[in-house]
């Protein structure tokens, strides 16, 4: 694992909170007391929790269908999550209601998020974003190094002829984050709001991360199956298809956001762990037709992938396996146990599409990841959060992380699904996920905790009021990165 390689991957975080990090190292800081018996608790209640593994019924809802109609999902204290213990099912749930809430199409098929004035598109630093008249987002060339590691994105050129574009992303914020943040931050930035505090953003607050390709880099003849509008990238108006989305929203209990992410379906091939190959018989729009058994398509090089456009999903739904062995039972061991997660996103899916029959039905959920809060109050739930520091996304077993652990979206963190050299080398102690980096520790001066600190948005936010630039902010991360990622394992 070399140390120039993960110290530029984090150069593709400075996004905002939704950007998916990676892993995790252990903090140097014992817990005291208090924090071993506050973690101890949630993984007791946890444990008994998730015992059953049998076949899922995690099923979507029938009032979500028609999606011109589908309500948005209850998050606060009358919702499933209010609950002392919670299911596994309830997050996927929670993910799949908010996707469909935020893609409902208008009469002119503007989906909700693009229309919706208290949801605004925001840069790294949560400055409001001009969207020109005739167009429904902004994009920019100086955003676009956001596929992990720093990386660019290409589409694979034999997908339509031989033309190739750039993915750009785009950032999404509501007004109750947004209004959350600026609040706080402004406190934070004339004195009377402590750098360690408890406070968190409120629910039902949430940030979009979407990924957008030129139609051009899209055959003709599947152009129906994407997303398509008009945006401005770096002043020209043009036709681009939605690749990709991040949803991470706050719910009742869990602070820590849930961390959801959708793609469409036909962007890349999935590793298949039982066969050791990642393949396609036809051409992808990330992938060429083919076959590969290395990780050289999804690790970046300093300036490019090692090779182009084999870009491939390292573990389906965000769900760790091993080598070899029957892809019924070959699931890595981890916090979460399996196969109920996997199961239960495969089954929401399925319910999904039988139900869906707009253009969102060739987007799939692809997973999220929390951390488990069963039987906590909020203030253990704060307590928890901060003391675990840099070690929130651990994936071991007995770690409080769940769902998704090494969650990533095929088109956002393409180069960051692991940063290991083979894939034998993957384990529990080095999966990669958003809650490895996105933490309750800031990535400012004397590294203070807090909840707030958990969207990267809102750190750069505090460090864009302080007069630094945009230079300055990306250091500022990449220490942090080192800080979490390089220190030797315990």
């Not at 993960?6 to 892993?23: H, P, Q």
């Not at 956001?146 to 574009?165: D, H, M, R, T, V």
């Not at 004195?191 to 607050?205: F, I, Q, R």
């Not at 298809?241 to 949803?247: N, P």
Request: aromatic share 10%; hydrophobic share 35%.
């Amino acid at each position: 694992m070399k140390t120039l390689l993960k110290t530029t991957a984090f150069l593709c975080m400075a996004f905002f909170l939704l950007n998916s990090c990676d892993e995790k190292k252990k903090d140097d800081k014992k817990k005291d007391a208090e924090t071993t018996t506050t973690k101890a608790k949630a993984q007791a209640n946890y444990d008994l929790a998730d015992a059953d593994t049998s076949d899922s019924d995690c099923e979507c809802e029938t009032n979500w269908f028609p999606h011109t109609q589908t309500p948005a999902p209850a998050e606060g204290a009358n919702s499933p999550f209010a609950a002392s213990e919670t299911t596994n099912c309830i997050f996927h749930q929670w993910s799949w209601q908010k996707f469909l809430w935020l893609t409902v199409p208008d009469s002119n098929n503007t989906p909700l998020f693009l229309r919706d004035t208290s949801i605004s598109q925001i840069d790294p630093y949560m400055n409001p974003v001009t969207v020109p008249s005739g167009t429904s987002l902004a994009l920019s060339a100086s955003e676009e190094k956001q596929a992990g590691s720093a990386g660019i994105l290409e589409s694979n050129p034999s997908f339509n002829n031989g033309s190739s574009a750039t993915v750009y992303y785009a950032i999404f914020m509501n007004d109750t984050m947004y209004e959350t943040a600026t609040t706080y931050g402004d406190q934070l930035l004339n004195g009377t709001l402590d750098a360690n505090n408890s406070k968190v953003y409120p629910v039902g607050s949430f940030e979009l991360k979407t990924s957008w390709v030129a139609t051009t880099a899209i055959p003709q003849s599947d152009l129906a199956n994407y997303y398509i509008t008009n945006a401005s990238i770096d002043g020209t108006t043009t036709e681009v298809a939605l690749l990709g989305m991040h949803v991470v929203g706050v719910v009742e209990n869990h602070p820590e956001f849930i961390w959801a992410t959708f793609e469409h379906n036909n962007l890349a091939p999935v590793f298949n762990w039982t066969k050791g190959t990642a393949s396609a018989d036809v051409e992808k729009l990330l992938f060429k037709q083919g076959s590969v058994s290395n990780l050289d398509g999804i690790t970046w090089s300093g300036s490019s992938p090692k090779v182009q456009s084999e870009a491939y999903t390292l573990f389906q739904y965000g769900v760790p396996r091993v080598e070899g062995s029957d892809p019924t039972t070959n699931f890595m061991e981890t916090s979460q146990s399996e196969p109920e997660n996997y199961n239960n996103i495969s089954t929401i899916d399925q319910c999904v599409a039988k139900n869906l029959t707009d253009v969102w039905n060739n987007y799939a959920y692809t997973g999220s990841i929390w951390i488990n809060t069963d039987g906590l109050t909020p203030d253990e739930q704060v307590a928890l959060l901060k003391s675990e520091g840099y070690n929130l996304g651990n994936a071991t077993p007995g770690s409080v992380a769940r769902g998704s652990l090494n969650s990533a979206n095929i088109s956002m963190e393409t180069y960051t699904q692991t940063f290991e050299s083979s894939l034998s080398s993957i384990d529990a102690s080095n999966l990669t996920n958003c809650l490895s980096c996105h933490s309750a520790k800031s990535f400012s001066s004397g590294n203070p905790t807090s909840p707030l600190y958990l969207s990267h948005a809102f750190n750069g936010y505090l460090e864009h009021q302080k007069g630094k630039s945009k230079e300055e902010i990306h250091a500022l991360k990449v220490r942090e990165f080192q800080e979490a990622f390089l220190k030797p394992k315990k």
